[in-house]
């Protein structure tokens, strides 16, 4: 075994080898966690490290065949053969990708509070957690109760219940607490099913009942909003990239990378490590709060993300007969300890239940959002994840599917793809030249293109004729933005580097274009059979619910031209953003809609597209710009072709 | 700050230190646990460690200002000055003294099984855990519950309950567990007073509900036993010193240290680490289990003990009024991370509940186990402890008091003193030519002398004139064995060196006595003054039990004839050795006795002996041999004076 001694910005860690360990995977040990997401293939070129003592045998054909000194090189590419000293330069280590904070609270306050209403305003309104502010009688010879005993004794008249725990850290904290504060106290407690009330927080006497912290764990992105508990105000959104992708970028990779040696325990820790508590500290900074300020927490995510975040074996999700090891969530009891979770170590978690190995929280707690039971006619509601993810249904019944949509919508596997944040490209037009018109959020540079600009841009390629109906470009037509690689892939360029100064050309390419089309052929023919299999079509649909981090300005009509959505009347329409966020909110914010979700779980029937006959059918029909059945999609036919 | 490199027996850690900082201090910064009873005053001379680089600076006068490599010398008399190297010998490490494991069962098992029966045949039997063996029916595609609801439903039915509650862990194990054993599993859980069950255990499907351990903390001494909860059955049970010691003798001590910087802590996390965990592990390691085995762990102990277990700030105890930061344990959620104890992670917690602040679970616990409450005549328990607790009582009300006897009864503070354990000279006599005989725990050859034989010794030294009324050695006596130091004081050789082939002679010195004289008249007196704040005497109890650590052949003739117990009939004195141990044991095997400790702790009414009048009088008329009233004494006069 060798000494590995590892520096970081702020840090230096030592670890130990053996011979012949990759390099890679002795810093992933030593909790170092570099930006790999091609998993150490060596294809990526992200995971560079600068060796500044020591030799290193390399593990692919290279000048020479070890490395010496002061050489920068790829840690998945090397194994080590003797002691050594690596310096990790901090954008190796950017493994979640930078942090998105919106700070202007205009953007989304209102949209969380409208919803909040709406909830109230038909199924009332219940708080998880409760404060009480006690004023205890001074204690004296005759009266000495202990501290706990006075407390609870207090306690049960103000909140009117028999039997009070108090947790061992609130009993260490009250011996000064009730001294510095003349025995007047504020008690945070939350009450459970069967009338005992559980104390999560004794503190100074403020009325203040603590804040929150919802969640929605998604496959590619990880999106959290910070709430005032008071009044339900939420104070800062935050969103990241899932550090999980660097082991695989769906569902199925993730499984399968879960299985292998110490594969749950590392997607356990990358998903909270590096994605959830970063958002949580960075909400908490940006409102001057900290970790201990969080006592609820409130997470909505797919079946797999939730069992991974929980670190609950995922294998047999993915065998038939396709079992979760959980789905409803209320009788699991679980800690921020448990999770590994920088919050109150009493905070109340509250998981959004799933109904089934590929539907899961993010659903319940999406239609929850969407409100889609509380109308009598026929609604739907698609949620364009990594995972998509459909519901059909009214207040009488919902049904429900899931397809593999791949992280397209989000940006990912997309060359120049990125997620809806400052710097992406959200709308595109192309004009007489070929050459393409945007809109960059934010108004700054561009930097990649997201899920709406997308859209757009396959539109606008297939109504100007550089692509056909498969997606591959027509080489007929002459143009300077369009070129192909040495191996006569073709690539359309959206934004020369020349022209707007930045470091590398944005591009979408035909392999971009493949899994672009894939993603929507996917949920366009989950969405058909789900309908058929009810005997229904997209007309008996009153209302089309869309959900997803795709952007906030989807074309409808660019949408509809590429066969993503049906050609439907656009009032029909409704653009949602992250309704497993929304939902995840309602359930921090209000008990009756962690109720709501539980019911809707249990509620909802679930299709399994995989067996169900005619579905394979359906999507490769649906694998054409718009379909292969152009009468669908009247819009399309005065594209070129 | 300089590196300090420690060399331990098994490992080799380095801390850093800044200039001037005590060696001792920066060991134990480093989590090195020495041997230091004095706590640092350069007097008990065991904080030994070698230096073996680098120079220190010496505290107190020596030869020399410095020490420099190689030098032996105490830790707690020099200060870092420069980066050292030390070693710690394993004897300076041996904190905790060793475990004493009694491996014949013939020796405890009947004594428990009796108090159990005993119990039951008086208040019934209820498990806190039950076992249930469940066979679930294997998934389907169309019963595709997940894990947890399946076992969840399959688990309501057998148990007859509605509400379940399954930790995060045991989800975990759930997947493979079914899987495994043909989805038939073992369930281990436990009832809430509300009817909602808690799922402590899921494991392979064997009807056997796992083992608990059954703690007393007592301040000089820890006793726990490893119990088969299956049948109630002792298997083994072991004790040694409580590693809190170093830091002070006894309860106020102890509360001054916590409340200095990190003692809290210190103190906290030494009973668990040092004194427990120990027991713990040797009482698993000899009956082959391990700590996960351990799925029920109860614990009696004083209410200072039981504060510093919890790491609870215990100073508000010593201040008047007098207030515990808790007293009924009933509604304290504590887990076994929470304290550090390294069993099941969900084993359930059982906490003896205490009076006040000097009357603690370990009475609660001992009343029960001494049937103190099931007779209609007046009775008194007296527990011979570092902290002396006596009740007085019957079926119709208890009272108790506590008394700050120290830790002589078990041997502390004494020269030779030493717990009741193989070694120990466990009673005396002295002959015509004033020389010890006496009878050695294990009869092998003498280590030091235990409770029932200082009360022996004592005795014998008052009987034949050595020592006169205020234990002092009479002078005018002319014997070998008595010898007198430099001050002047005296000591009694009991076991000569030469004679009995041991290291050192073991003997007892005239502060050795003065210490068991104010320990016998804190007893003494506290019984009367308990007895006649009701208008009482001695004469009207039916019997006395007497509990602790002391010895299990006290002589009750020389118990009486020093003025530790009244004179009395012998008929009405039981030994019932560490009652609190005992009781401690019930709890875990039966609810009932849990819930009965519960009631005794709101029932008993509490004497607070500093401020009751008449109480020091009694206690300087006590602190002669055997009193200032010789006539409460008659058996004494025939003594030589």
Redesign the interface.
């Known amino acids: 075994m060798f000494d590995v001694t590892v520096k970081l910005p702020h840090d230096t860690v030592t670890v130990k080898a053996a011979a012949g360990e990759n390099l890679l995977q002795v810093l992933r040990t030593a909790g170092v966690q570099l930006d790999a997401p091609c998993n150490g293939n060596g294809t990526c070129g992200k995971c560079r490290v600068k060796l500044e003592k020591g030799r290193v045998k390399r593990l692919r054909p290279g000048r020479q065949d070890t490395a010496g000194g002061g050489e920068l090189l790829l840690a998945c590419s090397c194994s080590v053969t003797e002691p050594l000293v690596v310096t990790v330069p901090g954008e190796t280590l950017l493994a979640c990708g930078s942090i998105c904070l919106e700070r202007d609270s205009s953007i989304f306050a209102g949209r969380y509070d409208s919803v909040k209403k709406a909830f109230e305003a038909l199924h009332g309104r219940e708080n998880h957690l409760q404060t009480a502010v006690l004023q205890l009688d001074e ?3 005759d009266d ?7 407390l ?1 004794r207090s306690f049960r008249l103000a909140a009117g219940c028999d ?7 609130q ?2 904290k ?3 607490l009730l ?1 510095e504060n003349g025995f007047k106290v504020a008690v945070v407690y939350s009450r ?5 009330s ?1 104390l999560l927080d004794v503190k100074a006497p403020r009325e203040h009942p603590g804040y929150g912290i919802a969640v929605d764990v998604g496959t590619t992105s990880v999106a959290a909003c910070l709430v005032d508990l008071e009044n339900g105000r939420v104070l800062g959104e935050a969103a990241c990239t899932n550090a999980q992708s660097r082991y695989g970028a769906d569902v199925i990779n993730r499984i399968i990378f879960a299985t292998k040696g110490d594969g749950l325990h590392l997607l356990q820790t990358a998903v909270v490590r590096e994605s959830i508590n970063p958002l949580i500290r960075e909400l908490c900074l940006h409102s001057g709060l900290r970790g201990d300020d969080i006592v609820l927490f409130s997470v909505a995510a797919n079946t797999v993300m939730t069992h991974l975040l ?4 995922p ?2 999700l993915r065998k ?9 969530t209320e ?5 921020a ?2 999770l590994g979770l920088c919050i109150n170590k009493n905070a109340l978690i509250l998981l959004a239940p ?1 109904v ?2 590929y539907v899961g929280g993010d659903i319940t707690a999406g239609v929850t959002a969407a409100f889609l039971r509380e109308t009598e006619k026929n609604s739907m509601l698609i949620d364009l994840g990594t995972n998509g993810e459909i519901v059909l249904g009214n207040s009488e019944f919902a049904m429900t599917c899931a397809c593999s949509a791949g992280p397209a919508f989000e940006g990912g596997e997309i060359s120049c793809g990125m997620r809806a944040v400052a710097g992406a490209i959200e709308s595109v037009a192309i004009d007489g030249t070929y050459t393409a018109r945007f809109k960059v959020i934010g108004g700054q540079k561009p930097a990649g293109i997201c899920g709406s600009g997308l859209i757009d841009l396959i539109a606008e390629l297939k109504r100007t004729g550089l692509i056909d109906a498969r997606g591959r470009f027509r080489k007929e037509i002459n143009t300077a933005n369009v070129v192909y690689d040495a191996y006569g892939v073709g690539r359309y360029i959206v934004a020369a580097k020349e022209r707007y100064d930045i470091p590398a050309d944005i591009y979408l390419t035909e392999i971009d274009i493949d899994n672009f089309i894939r993603a929507k052929a996917a949920v366009y023919s989950a969405a058909c059979v789900l309908l058929s299999s009810l005997g229904l079509d997209f007309d008996d649909l009153a209302e089309i619910k869309v959900a997803g981090g795709i952007g906030n300005h989807i074309n409808l009509d660019n949408a509809v031209r590429i066969g993503l959505f049906p050609a439907l009347n656009p009032d029909k329409f409704t653009f949602i953003g992250n309704s497993s966020l929304t939902g995840s909110y309602l359930s921090l914010v209000n008990k009756k809609a962690t109720a709501f979700m539980q019911q809707a779980a249990q509620q909802m029937t679930y299709l ?1 597209l995989s ?1 169900y006959p005619g579905y394979m059918d359906e999507f490769v029909s649906a694998s054409f710009i718009p379909h292969t059945d152009s009468r669908r999609f009247p819009s399309a036919a005065s594209d070129r072709s």
């Open positions: 204690p004296t010879l000495n109760l202990s501290d706990v005993d006075r609870t039997r009070v725990i108090i947790n061992v850290e009993a260490r009250l011996p000064h001294r459970l099913p069967d009338g005992t559980r929980l670190g609950v074996w294998d047999f038939e007969p396709y079992i979760p090891a959980l789905t409803a009788n699991i009891a679980v800690t300890a448990d799933s089934a190995s399994e067996v």
